[in-house]
């Protein structure tokens, strides 16, 4: 069975300082790992997946298949990045989307 | 963007009564749609998954009889809570995959309180 783990329930940075919200996750084969934002009274969205590698508000994730991780990093924080974070593994397909238990970013000004 | 939308954000109903919840896809047709369910401050249990003209399937400790999905068309799913009870009282959150982006689409919620 697949896991998605996030082990920060609460990460406080401040502006302008860099951020790691750290996923590891569990499965035997080839997932496809995702990063969604809730901002605040706001639905959950996706912020970006790792086959597209793309950087999304200045947020990048890279899928580190040797240490089953898929953290996501900013290199300068921002207050309007204070929300919560998920990271999302699916199997393929959108068969099967597990969550992890969520990190929320808490920037100070 | 695609647009999901959920009905209502909020009920309460009485204990042993059903409450239906609708999940649409307001802009774009999807052949599935899953169903959620939130606790406080913990992640999202995926409760369903809800093809178009098929059976749901249920994740395992999800009784099919309590929860009933229907997907009728491709772009509504209903999910009926039936007999509720106060335990059934929760954050309810549906998806909608988009075939065009292969991405998926959240709901804004439904919260449910049974009294």
């Known amino acids: 069975a697949q896991r998605v783990t996030q082990p920060e329930k609460l990460l406080s940075v401040f502006k302008g300082a860099p951020v790691e919200l750290k996923c590891n996750y569990s499965?035997?084969?080839?997932?496809?790992l995702f990063w969604y934002v809730q901002y605040s009274r706001q639905r959950l969205q996706l912020l970006l997946r790792?086959?597209s590698r793309e950087s999304i508000k200045g947020f990048t994730a890279d899928l580190n298949k040797g240490e089953t991780s898929f953290h996501l990093k900013k290199p300068f924080a921002q207050e309007e990045d204070s929300a919560m974070y998920y990271c999302?593994?699916?199997?393929?397909?959108?068969?099967?989307?597990?969550f992890g238990t969520g990190t929320k970013l808490q920037v100070i000004p | 963007g695609a647009v999901v939308s959920q009905h209502p954000s909020r009920v309460i109903c009485k204990s042993g009564t059903s409450v239906k919840i609708e999940c649409r896809s307001l802009?774009?047709?999807?052949?599935?749609m899953f169903w959620y369910r939130q606790f406080p401050k913990k992640s999202l249990m995926l409760m369903a998954t809800?093809?178009?003209?098929?059976?749901?399937?249920?994740e395992q400790g999800v009784e099919k009889d309590k929860f009933l999905i229907n997907h009728a068309s491709l772009t509504l799913s209903t999910l009926t809570v039936t007999s509720a009870h106060p335990e059934d009282s929760s954050f309810y959150i549906c998806?909608?995959?988009?075939?065009?982006?292969?991405?998926?689409?959240f709901g804004p919620g439904t919260r449910l309180t049974v009294t």
């Open positions: 790792h086959i």
């Open positions: 998806s909608a995959h988009s075939p065009l982006t292969d991405e998926q689409y």
């Open positions: 802009d774009f047709q999807a052949t599935t």
């Open positions: 809800s093809n178009e003209g098929s059976k749901a399937t249920y």
């Open positions: 999302a593994l699916t199997t393929g397909g959108y068969q099967k989307v597990t």
């Open positions: 499965y035997s084969g080839s997932p496809e």
